[in-house]
């Protein structure tokens, strides 16, 4: 399995300004994905962040609006920059292993 | 068209009943299937994956049939507990390992 959690739980933002949040798993792990679910829809992909390389991104999805850093194999942020409300969303983090895709627990973001 | 269609429901159903899920992909590409699980505010778990041969796991039975590209989850002697929101999640494998296509959610509510 894989334990994985993710800082902040929560934000409120204005709009305009970025938020970094933080995942960090309890064990080395090749890949790493950042998914977003919008209120009252299901998750989408918003990229694989790459240790080493730059994140690959999504169709609808862009380096400029949600930059991803991978420094290391237990590691990565995702920066949601110059915030909307239609950023409000909970953002998660995943690993898989095995069969199994392990997620955050989220951080659920609402921008005012 | 979406690429991975549910019945968003919500099902409402009395402990003890069966209730049936069903999922449609629109990818033959798609290589893996899956049912999660996510609680009202909690990040998705997988509950089960599908295989063509059909599998089952205590009161969950899946079954998976690639040529109708369909997917459904049935559920017997339904629990309290068993209220959630059910996502059929497909992915093609391969490069793509890990990047996983979520349908909407079935809504789930057992009832005394």
């Known amino acids: 399995s894989a334990v994985i959690s993710q800082k902040p739980s929560r934000d409120i933002c204005q709009r305009g300004t970025s938020l970094t949040i933080q995942c960090q798993v309890d064990s080395q792990v090749t890949m790493m994905f950042w998914y977003r679910q919008q209120p009252g829809q299901s998750l989408t992909l918003i990229a694989t962040?790459?240790?080493?390389?730059?994140?690959?991104?999504e169709s609808g999805f862009v380096i400029d609006k949600f930059p991803i850093s991978r420094p290391n194999l237990t590691f990565s942020t995702l920066t949601v920059s110059n915030m909307s409300p239609e950023d409000s969303s909970i953002y998660l983090c995943?690993?898989?292993?095995?069969?199994?895709?392990?997620f955050g627990p989220g951080t659920r973001l609402t921008v005012l | 068209r979406k690429e991975v269609e549910q019945d968003p429901g919500p099902f409402n159903v009395p402990e003890g009943a069966t209730v049936a899920f069903n999922c449609t992909y629109s990818n033959s590409a798609s290589q893996s299937f899956f049912w999660y699980r996510q609680d009202c505010r909690k990040e998705p778990k997988l509950l089960m994956s599908v295989y063509s041969s059909g599998n089952e796991d205590g009161r969950f039975t899946a079954q998976l049939n690639r040529a109708s590209q369909y997917i459904s989850l049935l559920i017997r002697d339904s629990k309290l507990s068993d209220s959630a929101t059910y996502l059929c999640?497909?992915?093609?494998?391969?490069?793509?390992?890990?990047?996983?296509?979520f349908g909407q959610g079935t809504i789930l509510t057992v009832h005394p």
């Open positions: 995943s690993v898989p292993k095995g069969d199994t895709q392990y």
């Open positions: 962040a790459n240790q080493g390389s730059e994140a690959t991104y």
């Open positions: 999640v497909v992915s093609r494998g391969g490069t793509s390992y890990g990047k996983l296509t």
